[in-house]
């Protein structure tokens, strides 16, 4: 039916990879609404507001928590509602749920606060055509030994996810809430398409949103692009003051 369908056009934006949480979260306030006696709108905007995705793997389904929070899910509006509203069946498979995310959050927040970041380098590590490494790998983590022995705390996929036994599908949530911490971020590329892949645009995409929210700091997005004109840049990075590598 309609809900049904609304529904799952919501729910798309958290499995996406990687997953598009503000998206996801628009579309169910719309959702709620329309059908404001209805529980999947609430259940759905909570797994939003929360950073839930849930990854499949052999069958099983597992929560993974991709954003910071001390509070507890159980404690929320949106979940007291999502059990107010849900028949009988449906309230006790949430009640199970939410359980479930409180504890893989709380061992996810053990994890995370490990590593803090002040700068977060964002960059394309591996082209797809010869799906070797870029040359932006080797000087971002030149980069980063540069920082880092400046004192600053980095974020470098290669080297900090390593560093604390993060590897393969895991690193994700770990990524999120190291953009979520980190007072600038820093993206660079030497070629136009590697600002437009899937991973490397997400991040810059969401810092600056972070700005536009003024959760961070105007002019704490650095732009760096070698080998190319700024004019091949994406449309959202032109309308910052981006540095010439080359030079």
């Known amino acids: ?16 990879t990687p997953p ?12 709620i609404k329309k059908y404001p006696n209805w529980s999947s709108g609430y259940w759905g905007r909570l797994l939003a507001k929360y950073g839930i995705k849930y990854e499949y793997d052999k069958g099983k389904s597992t929560p993974s928590c991709y954003i910071e929070s001390y509070d507890d899910i159980r404690e929320s509006d949106d979940y007291k509602k999502a059990l107010k509203y849900a028949p009988d069946n449906l309230r006790m498979k949430y009640q199970a749920e939410a359980e479930k995310i409180a504890n893989v959050s709380k061992i996810w927040r053990e994890k995370a606060s490990r590593i803090n970041t002040d700068i977060f380098i964002s960059f394309k590590g591996t082209d797809d055509e010869t ?11 030149e980069l980063y030994w540069y920082l880092t022995n400046k004192g600053y705390k980095v974020f470098f996929s290669d080297v900090t996810l390593n560093a604390n036994g993060i590897y393969g599908e895991n690193c994700e ?7 979520l ?7 660079y590329g030497t070629k136009p398409e590697y600002f437009t892949s ?6 810059w995409r969401r810092y600056n949103l972070a700005i536009a929210n003024e959760k961070k700091k105007e002019g704490s997005l650095i732009v760096c692009y070698e080998g190319f004109d700024a004019r091949e ?11 010439n590598a080359d030079t």
């Open 173 to 179: 949530p770990f990524i999120f809430d190291a953009i």
């Open 198 to 203: 899937t991973w490397v645009q997400n991040e």
């Open 20 to 31: 598009r949480f503000e998206e996801a979260e628009s579309r169910f306030d719309l959702i």
């Open 233 to 243: 840049l994406p449309i959202a990075l032109k309308k910052i003051q981006a540095i």
């Open 181 to 187: 911490k980190a007072k600038v971020m820093i993206v």
């Open 131 to 141: 799906n070797n490494d870029t040359i932006d790998r080797t000087n971002m983590r």
């Open 1 to 16: 039916n309609e809900q049904d369908i609304e529904y799952n056009d919501a729910i798309k934006y958290l499995i996406d």
